[in-house]
């Protein structure tokens, strides 16, 4: 019998513990030996429980019970889930979380620590929640040299440019969508503005090319100035507009990263992901191209993964990937990358354009031109855009 306790009794919580109940019989038989709920560690008192016996507002309840043996936490607060984790690991005991925004600020440290203590830190569902895709990039793909990882892993986002796609909504009003939906916070800024895809674009990427790579150095970029307009003229021109987090090696031996929209080309896998959904993309000189879909949020999908981390931890003992054992990877200045650029402008900017960019296409649509760039280096293309005089309403990138 494996003893486990909980922190963070909310949404994704009960998700966990009402997976450890459902399934206990072939988590059991998966383990090798029965996993059990001992302890929930929760924020306040709840009266009319079911779990109410396992309920506890004591942190010594968890950390200073010699019988549990991994830790499980579900809380959103950084801070808190920092002090949390460190003193699991300090006091030999593993840690399975699913918040990414603590392993992209405190992965290195966090990791080394674990190491010290002989103990695990594991965190699938920190990334696209239920869709397993930490365990087989480390795991599955290790003797591969990956080379570039890119993925819609915001279903908040996902779900709006969906929403504006289909319906012709404002982004205003498919935001409004989203949380009537239970989609979108009430403040959806980490979602709506790329924060969220950026820390979670940071623990692929330093799991994927074996160095640290800090959140807070990839260009980020969300979805608030994407229009209606801009989103039917990309269709009109054969493309779809997603928040991609996207990085890649150069040759040169550095990563190139960033989040922000992108048009995707209708043939590409990522094109027809739509709603919540998520979809990580990932190339590698051995398997070639591997594509990971399914839902990215909610509590049964979370659950799903955080489960997945206890039942390794069981069956393997101490595991730690090792991520992280390097200190941190420098980016590439984003104006060096070379790609296309898709402008949203006035009809009469047709003939300028076209003469600035001979072998660019453009679509009209409602009054407005799209038009797309030949590829080249994105600092020169938007200094000829600048230096042109063209008048433009938007310019977004384009996959190619």
Known sequence: MKNIALIGYGVVGH???DLLSRNADIIAKRAGEPIRLKRILTARPRTDDPRQELLTLNEDDVFGDCGVSVVVECVNDLEA???????SLLAGKH????????IATYGMELTELADHNGVALMFEASVAAGIPVLRPLYKCLSSNHVTEVMGIVNGTTNYILTQMKREGRSFADALKRAQELGYAETDPSADVLGFDACRKLAILLSIAFGRYVRYGDIPTEGVTTVTASDIALAERLGYSIKLIAMGKLTPSDRVYARVSPLLIPHDHLLASVEDVFNAVSISADM???????????????????????????VTNGRYNDPIWREDYRPLLPVDENVGALFVR?????????????????????????????????????????RT???QSDATWRVFF
């Open 81 to 87: 889930a920092y002090r949390y984790c460190r003193r």
């Open 95 to 102: 840690y399975v979380t699913s918040n990414k925004n603590l």
């Open 287 to 313: 398997a070639g191209d591997v594509l990971f879909y399914g839902r990215g949020a909610g509590a049964a999908p979370s659950a799903s993964s955080i489960v997945g981390d206890v039942i390794d931890i």
């Open 345 to 385: 402008t006035s009809p009469s900017e047709r003939e300028k354009l076209l003469k600035l960019f001979p072998e660019g296409t453009a679509a009209d649509e409602g009054g407005e031109l799209g038009f797309i760039t030949p590829p080249g280096p994105e600092a020169e293309l938007r200094e000829a855009l």
């Open 388 to 390: 042109s005089g063209v």
């Open 15 to 17: 998700g966990v513990a």
